[in-house]
């Protein structure tokens, strides 16, 4: 049984009777075998999408294949905030908010807080897994803090936004 936090890395399996011309499976995603040779493949760990237990499963180049469920776990820190620019954002919405981070996963999700409400932006665009374009909706003039959620319910909020009337406005 194996774990990791972030492929690509080294895994050895350890068993009997593999030959060179071995396929490694985690879940349904092939690993990259570097060598199979009687008790042991070494494989590059493929990437995954999301966290969890996953069998693991060598098949020989004759068919033969050995299966063993919940022998690998994948795991993915929470994502983190870094920082936000602008820290200080008009009420009137439409501003494009660059938030720098760790671990922004692909389908991340991003909120506004304001007391009880939460409010969704106009937009939320990844573009790495450390950084995300957010564009503000109309917001109420105070503080917010922004939450990003990843597609595995781990999520992290902000420090406050500041979100000021603009001048002739109101």
Known sequence: VGSILNPPVLFSILGTGFVT?????????EASVVTALGDNISVI???VEFAGDIAVTVVNPDGQSANLQNAFRYFFPPPRIDGLLPSRVPTTGGTLVIVTGQSLRSGVVASFLHDTQVIPPLSTVRTSSTSVLVTTPPLPAGEVVLKLENPDHQ??????LEVFE????G
């Open 21 to 29: 011309g071995s396929r490694v499976l985690f879940g349904t995603n």
């Open 45 to 47: 760990v493929p990437a």
């Open 155 to 160: 999520s992290v909020t902000s420090t406050p």
């Open 166 to 169: 603009p001048q002739g406005v």
